[in-house]
Nanobody, 120 residues
Framework: QVQLVESGGGLAQAGGSLRLSCAGSGIRISRSDMRWYRQVPGNERELVAGIESRGATNYADSVKGRFTISRDNAENTVYLQMNNLKPEDTAVYYC??????????????WGQGTQVTVSS
């Protein structure tokens, strides 16, 4: 029943922009800590950006100044605006949600991933 569905990935030129979306169903994104991860095949999954339920944000050093994470509570959707893309940004990007149904019931959900490819 709970789903996180990413969209917005695709092919971009170096220096270009893409906006990723993660639409939630079955959970309330506004009450969750939301994060974007990325992974290149054969590499470790990397935390790219996060936004806490209170609104605080954090970014990996490699994307600071280029990427912006945000959310639209009315749409129950979190976004990742990616500007000035670099070839090294090429990866599968995953949306992640963490929160608590109760003090005893922590949840963590992942989206299916969306491919981002940046050409030189």
């Amino acid at each position: 029943q709970v789903q996180l569905v990413e969209s917005g990935g695709g092919l971009a030129q170096a220096g270009g922009s893409l906006r990723l979306s993660c639409a939630g169903s079955g959970i309330r994104i506004s009450r969750s800590d939301m994060r974007w991860y990325r992974q290149v095949p054969g590499n470790e999954r990397e935390l790219v950006a996060g936004i806490e339920s209170r609104g605080a944000t954090n970014y990996a050093d490699s994307v600071k100044g280029r990427f912006t994470i945000s959310r639209d509570n009315a749409e129950n959707t979190v976004y990742l605006q990616m500007n000035n893309l670099k070839p090294e940004d090429t990866a599968v990007y995953y949306c992640n949600a963490v929160g608590y149904y109760s003090i005893e019931a922590r949840y963590e959900y992942w989206g299916q991933g969306t491919q981002v490819t940046v050409s030189s």
